[in-house]
């Protein structure tokens, strides 16, 4: 490690608070995945959509339904076998009812019904008083146009099922946001972390050259205004550093925010490198294709746009029921009595039929395919431009690496000039060849010079994030896969990073 590195590294600890948590890219990247609020809500939202899809899936489930009830019916009547004479007809009853009903994936309602009624009359006509009528009925209504079919009936299951996908792609999409943020945080860390530590090294210059001034001064040397020039280029020197230092802060600040850390957190002493990645134009928009979220979002949401027309289509139909009944009926003035009749097969009854209906004009219908058919034109018309949108990302994010490369390379040979530039300006002072303000001026390009390569170093690091971000490849270049199947019933992250 550089004196210089070091100096900067001590003065570090003293501006952050103690007990601050060291982290490394990899580390910051896992606290982001498991801690960072906007993706945590995200997964939260992504479970949500499972449990949407087993709700629909509740149009399966038998729907059982009892009734009881008691009462008394009376009305005026005619009792025809006693002289026409006019009368009060009074019923108590009581009833009891329970059915079964089933959906079917055909679209049918499929219903099992069993019930009982006792009457008390005062009628002298009936046979039985009381009496118990009874009957066991089973009833089938299929659709054979309009809402026929598995589609239609699993609508519901099937919209939950496309909007899960959607949120698996809308989690991944914001798995790329975190760590494209977090990686150029970080790499702002490092790249403030390191100019604070040239900011340092000025002022130590600053000092030491001003002491040399004064020395020499006093021993007549040098002209007093050589201190006041000394002076004044450290102030402004310690004014950088401030900055300097304010700057470094804020991206520690921004990076704890963005991993949820509430304690300081500090980076390792790892410095800014320049990583090899292969580019490709052609690989990389084939990849974007099948691994970027923002497109398999769009692709999903097209799918979901058919299928509503699908059904849209279907809905324009007439409807054309079939319906089918058979029933077993009972009567007796005893219970058991009319349970017999029901067990028996000479009170069965049945009927099968059709029913047709179909609004004229049916506006409605027609108008939702339609629209359904121009949403659908319109997200293909949207996938179009996002795919060259992509492309031209790709473009630019490895335009943007070889420009950083060359930047890289252009600032690193300014800062090698610099420094000899300093050293020699170094010397000629020492035999009086150099005034103060030029070895200010050397110090200051070379502090510049070293901030340019750090910008460029920095700089070509979110690029290559560009890169991986572009082509999709970002969360299988960290190591960022799902960790489990979406389970509502599970609240723990969706997302993990491999070992290393």
């Known amino acids: 490690m550089s004196r210089h590195l070091f ?42 959509s499972e449990a949407a899809v087993r709700k629909e899936y509740g149009i399966y489930d038998p729907l059982a339904e009892a009734s009881v009830s008691e009462g008394t019916s009376r009305e005026r009547t005619i009792f025809i076998f006693q002289g026409g004479l006019v009368g009060k007809q009074v019923i108590d009853f009581r009833r009891a009812d329970f059915s079964l ?14 019930t009982n009624l006792r009457e008390d009359s005062n009628l002298p006509t009936r046979t039985f008083d009381p009496s118990y009528n009874n009957e066991l009925k089973f009833f089938l209504l299929q659709p054979l146009l309009r809402d026929f079919g598995r589609t239609v009936t699993e609508q519901g299951i099937l919209f939950a099922i496309k909007d899960r996908e959607i949120a698996v792609q809308d989690l991944r999409e914001r798995a790329f946001d975190i760590l494209s943020q977090v990686r150029n945080a970080y790499f702002d860390v490092l790249r403030y972390r390191d100019e604070l530590t040239y900011r340092e090294a000025s002022v130590d210059l600053a000092k030491k050259v ?65 990583p090899e990645i292969e580019t490709h134009e052609e690989e990389g928009f084939r990849s974007a294709l099948e691994k970027r979220p923002d497109i398999r979002r769009r692709l999903k949401e097209i799918e979901r746009l058919d299928l509503e027309s699908k059904i ?107 420094e000899e530039q300093l050293r020699t300006l170094l010397k000629r002072k020492e035999v009086g060849l150099a005034t103060t303000r030029d070895v200010l001026e050397g110090e200051e390009d070379l502090a510049e010079a070293r901030t340019e390569l750090t910008a460029a170093l920095a ?38 990073m491999d070992a290393q």
């Open 210 to 274: 001003l002491a040399e001034n004064r020395a020499r001064v006093d021993v007549g040397v040098l002209a007093p205004v050589e201190i006041l020039e000394a002076e004044v280029g450290l102030k402004l020197r310690e004014g950088e550093l401030l900055d300097a230092e304010r700057a470094y802060l804020d991206s520690l600040d921004n990076l704890a925010v963005l991993l949820n850390v509430p304690a300081p957190v500090e980076v390792t002493g790892e410095e800014l490198g320049q």
């Open 312 to 418: 849209a289509r279907n809905q324009t139909l007439p409807a054309v029921d079939l319906f089918a009944s058979y029933s077993h009926k009972g009567l007796g003035g005893e219970y058991n009595d009319a349970m017999d009749d029901i067990a028996s097969n000479d009170f069965e009854n049945w009927e099968v039929g059709l029913n047709l209906s179909y609004p004229i004009g049916n506006r409605e219908a027609r108008n939702e395919y339609l629209r359904t058919r121009l949403r659908l034109k319109g997200s293909h018309a949207r996938l179009a431009l996002l795919k060259e949108e992509v492309l031209n990302e790709i473009r630019a994010a490895i335009r943007l690496l070889d420009v950083s490369a060359k930047k890289i390379e252009v600032a690193s040979r300014g800062r090698d000039l610099a």
């Open 101 to 114: 009903t089933q959906r079917l994936p055909t679209g049918a309602d499929l219903v099992a019904a069993f």
């Open 7 to 48: 100096t900067g590294l001590l003065v570090l600890s003293l501006v952050l608070p103690a007990r601050a948590e060291r982290l490394d890219l990899r580390e910051s990247e896992r606290l982001a995945l498991e801690r960072n609020l906007n993706l945590r809500a995200e997964t939260f939202d992504t479970m949500a």
């Open 459 to 496: 700089d070509y690091n979110k690029a290559v994030t560009d890169y991986l971000r572009g082509t999709g490849k970002l969360l299988e270049h960290e190591g960022v896969r799902f960790t489990a199947a979406v389970d509502p019933d599970d609240e723990s992250s969706l997302l993990g």
